[in-house]
């Protein structure tokens, strides 16, 4: 699972770290992150990085989004409509594959007795269209508030998604 957003320094290292949590140990999966304009090598946002445990986004360092990352993630998650435009309209292929956060939530919220795989194909036949509220705000250089605001919003956009894309059908 790729997470992007614009410089891979607050939303989607922030998702990364937070679905990792909610992954808690769970195997076959990995999560990563990038960004579209990203900055290399940086940590993550201090006002961001306030808004997760401590010491979580320590070792963090953010990267640009390539196609190599494109082409390894099943499932490419970005902040924002405009970041799901740019990986769509640079790699192609990942149009199926390619989500707003908010998009998926509301997808998965639909489909309430399908998990996993089985999920996600009938999530993908039946596309929401992207919205303005499934965008996650950009925090950066806001304030500590507009940081908390993200936070919230996408940590309830995660808990809609990440279980039950773990979850196999019992």
Known sequence: MLF????????????????????????GVE?????????????????MAATLPPGAADSFRSRRLDRTMVEEADLVLTAAAEHAAYVVQEFPAAFRRTWTVGQLAEAVERHPGLHGRELLEAVGRRRPAARREHDVRDPYRRGAEAARTAAGTMSTMLSVIVPRLLEERE
């Not at 992007?4 to 195997?27: F, Y």
């Open 4 to 27: 992007v957003c614009t410089a891979n320094i607050c939303r989607s290292p922030w998702l990364e770290l937070t679905a990792r949590q909610l992954a808690d140990g769970h195997t």
């Open 31 to 47: 999560f990563a992150s990038a960004g579209t304009h990203g900055f290399v090598d940086h940590p993550m946002d201090e006002v």
